[in-house]
């Protein structure tokens, strides 16, 4: 199983919210040292979320991102305010590997169907849901969706993965929602990786048990509960290079 270690970015820092709330935010430091950090430690790749561009729909941490891509030689994926072609062609000639699309996904199915076909394997499918059903701009709106329906309408589509985050564990450090990942995984052929709540290396283990592509790990690392050196492991990836 993967293990992608989060840089969150808000205001040009690295930080995390507290189930996407954007008044809980804890300030980590610079985003380009957390990525040398994590990649030093053993990472392979890295998982970036601009909360400014998922919110506003607005690149507002491009230098930071910029950085870290220059800091690190690892695959990143960016995800926050990916939108429309213009701005998936910008983030791809910036070095990043694949971008996660979220809320245009929802809002406009046809576009991201276009999309995936236009750009194959370079587009994540990022699912972010609260109670079962799907969130939107920034984690601010939730919709009547249901996550595993969105899911199945791109089940065709040429997306490199299916990112789903559960908003009630994200920060909190209470563990997966094993039951909606299993189930997420059971719903689309896609690889699907598991986001919020990651904190011990037995969630790693049972996580990569259920069969998850990846695992997206964040306040953990950044407050010392997992060691990611021993995450990387427990996931299968082995000892760092």
């Known amino acids: 199983m993967e293990i992608w270690p989060a840089i969150d970015l808000r205001g040009g820092k690295a930080v995390r919210l507290l189930q996407g709330d954007y008044s809980q935010e804890i300030i980590y430091g610079e985003p380009a040292e957390m990525a040398r950090r994590w990649v030093g430690l053993g990472a392979k790749r890295l998982h970036l979320v601009d909360l400014d561009g998922a919110r506003d729909g607005h690149g507002a941490n491009l230098a930071a991102v910029a950085e870290i891509v220059k800091a690190v030689d690892v695959p990143c994926e960016l995800g926050g305010g ?3 072609e213009e701005t998936i062609r910008q983030r791809l000639e910036m070095g990043i590997a694949r971008l996660v699309v979220g809320t245009q996904a929802i809002r406009n199915p046809d576009w991201f169907h ?14 972010d849901a609260r ?5 939107t701009d920034g984690w601010l709106e939730t919709s009547e969706v249901s996550a595993f329906e969105l899911a199945r ?5 040429p997306i490199a993965a299916v990112i789903y985050t559960d908003i009630s564990r994200d920060g909190m450090l209470l563990g997966p929602n094993f039951d909606a990942m299993a189930e997420m995984n059971d719903s689309v052929p896609q690889q699907v990786i598991a986001s ?7 969630d790693i283990r049972r996580l990569a048990d ?3 592509a990846g695992a997206i790990l964040g306040r953990a690392l950044y407050e010392g509960q997992l060691d990611l050196s021993a995450a990387l492991v ?7 290079d």
Do not use: H, K
């Open 82 to 84: 990916i939108r429309d």
């Open 210 to 212: 259920l069969g998850m």
């Open 114 to 127: 276009w999309a995936a076909r236009r750009f194959p394997q370079q587009l994540v499918l990022g699912i």
């Open 196 to 202: 919020g709540g990651v904190t011990t290396l037995d």
């Open 153 to 157: 309408q791109f089940e065709d589509d």
């Open 131 to 135: 109670n079962g059903r799907v969130a």
């Open 234 to 240: 427990a996931a299968g990836e082995g000892p760092p």
